[in-house]
């Protein structure tokens, strides 16, 4: 009988319920280097030194307190608690943590800047602006936005 094995899984057995809404984020750690695009369809974590383009579009990029970017970020949320040089474009909110660095524009519907934190750019709040989508063209389109003047 099949109610026996799940019995026996007890209740600290990981579910495989297909249903699940806990999203882990990609991780890139301390000891890495990277030079170039990051592009992809999932929430992210930076801990390394990126130098180039980071968009993840309609996910989470979270950028951990020993992290160095020098880079054009695009994504739906941003929670920056490390060092970042370069445009922030994200289409939910942004959020600087205290002892962050930002030097850079930002674009985003939402923000929020803690005391302590470091910026240095334009803020444009934009609630109506197009909403860059979660494929890899959109993605790629939006991060090379041509600057209008």
Do not use: H, W
Request: proline share 5%; charged share 25%; glycine share 12%.
């Amino acid at each position: 009988m099949q109610p026996q094995n799940d019995a026996q899984r007890g209740p600290s057995a990981p579910s495989s319920a297909p249903n699940s809404n806990v999203r882990t984020p990609s991780y890139l750690g301390p000891s890495l280097s990277i030079k170039g695009e990051i592009t992809g369809d999932e929430d992210l974590r930076l801990d390394s030194q990126v130098e180039g383009l980071v968009s993840i579009g309609g996910f989470r990029l979270t950028v951990g307190a020993g992290a160095r970017v020098a880079a054009e970020i695009v994504a739906r949320e941003a929670i920056i608690s490390g060092e970042v040089i370069g445009d922030v474009r994200a289409s939910d909110r942004i959020e600087i943590k205290k002892n962050a660095s930002v030097v850079g524009d930002l674009c985003t519907a939402r923000i929020m800047i803690e005391e302590g934190s470091y910026f240095k750019g334009t803020v444009e709040i934009d609630s109506q602006g197009p909403q860059i989508g979660t494929d890899l063209n959109s993605l790629l389109s939006g991060a090379k936005k041509p600057e209008e003047k």
